[in-house]
């Protein structure tokens, strides 16, 4: 067992610099490497959170002003459909007028016309009277001579 401690001391005493080197490497890593490594990424996250904050804010800013963009647009869009309608109430009501205008004139027309044709049979039909008189007496006439004849 002699042989054994004797041999694992001198593995020990042969793994003592490096030993001591890996130890003068992780204090001096730590010190000049990961230490100040650290710090500007602390830093940096600082930074970046009030960006963050800052971009948060910027977006709750811009839905804002987008809900009242929607806002006033709904508005629009409603008076302009009521300004339609009113539009189209207004157009419906000159139709109409003008409809019953043209209903009017074209009754005047109609009466003008059935009067106008009330007197032209009228005369055509005392002139068709007066013509069948005096065919009917220019036929007794014919008829009376024949018979005298």
């Not at 100040?36 to 830093?43: C, S, T, V, Y």
């Not at 987008?66 to 006033?72: H, I, L, P, R």
């Amino acid at each position: 067992m002699d042989a054994i401690l004797q041999s694992l001391l001198g593995l020990g005493v042969k793994a003592l610099p490096t030993l001591l080197l890996v130890i003068f490497l992780h204090f001096f890593l730590k010190t000049f490497f990961f230490l100040p490594m650290e710090r500007i990424l602390r830093e940096r996250h600082e930074k970046s959170g009030g960006s963050r904050e800052h971009a948060a804010a910027a977006m709750r800013r811009a839905e804002e002003k987008v809900a009242e963009y929607e806002a006033a647009l709904r508005e629009a869009r409603i008076a302009v459909y009521h300004e339609m309608e009113k539009n189209k109430r207004a157009l419906e009501a000159e139709q109409a007028a003008h409809v019953a205008q043209a209903r009017r004139s074209a009754e005047a027309q109609v009466r003008d016309a059935k009067a106008s044709l009330d007197a032209e049979y009228a005369r055509l039909s005392h002139q068709l009277g007066d013509e069948a008189e005096a065919l009917a007496d220019r036929m007794a006439e014919i008829l009376l001579r024949g018979r005298a004849a």
